[in-house]
């Protein structure tokens, strides 16, 4: 089995650790932890938290580690899981309503430690905009369908628009399919 092969299949395996299905590749979830270890994140935000397998994961993680801490923003509340429907960290919401937007970017100014928010709504492009100004210097911002809902023509406006934010580990993160930059100043 070639290079290539062996990542097609590795990317047709759906992740689903603990009974809840997760959208994104085993790579794109190790990854996760991976930056959250070695960036030594302490609130991580997803925006678009779907069935809610991946708030469980980052939920659980926040029982061992109490510095760190999850808030998920989902629009349709019907779609998550019956066991994470109700949680208090999942906010029912549109990340793009205003108010959603002034309760995240509190979180985040009153968050001890780097932020990392994760763009994986139904605009990801649209989220990279309205949220890079809500993070710190130091805090990062991931977008995940590369080259997809997160196009390269747009990776390179966001570039020019945002000159504060730099894009990290390109090559890496494009190969596995999301995009990673870090807010400068
Ligand atoms: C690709 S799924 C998220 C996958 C999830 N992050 C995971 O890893 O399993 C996109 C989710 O974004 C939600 N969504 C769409 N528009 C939204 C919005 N404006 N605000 C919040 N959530 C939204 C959809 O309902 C859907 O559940």
Known sequence: MNLDEYKLMTNAISTNPFGIPIAQTWNQLSTVFDDINRFEITLFVELGVYLGGLSELLLMRQNFYPEFKYLGIEIAKSQIYGRMREHPQIHIGSSFDPAVKDMVSQRICNNVGT????CDNGDKQREMIEYAPLLRKGDYLRSHDYPGETTPEHLVQ????????KEIEIEKCHQLGFSLWRRME
Not at 158 to 165: E, G, N, R, S, V
């Open 115 to 118: 932020v990392m928010v994760y």
């Open 158 to 165: 966001f570039a020019i628009d945002f000159p504060y934010m």
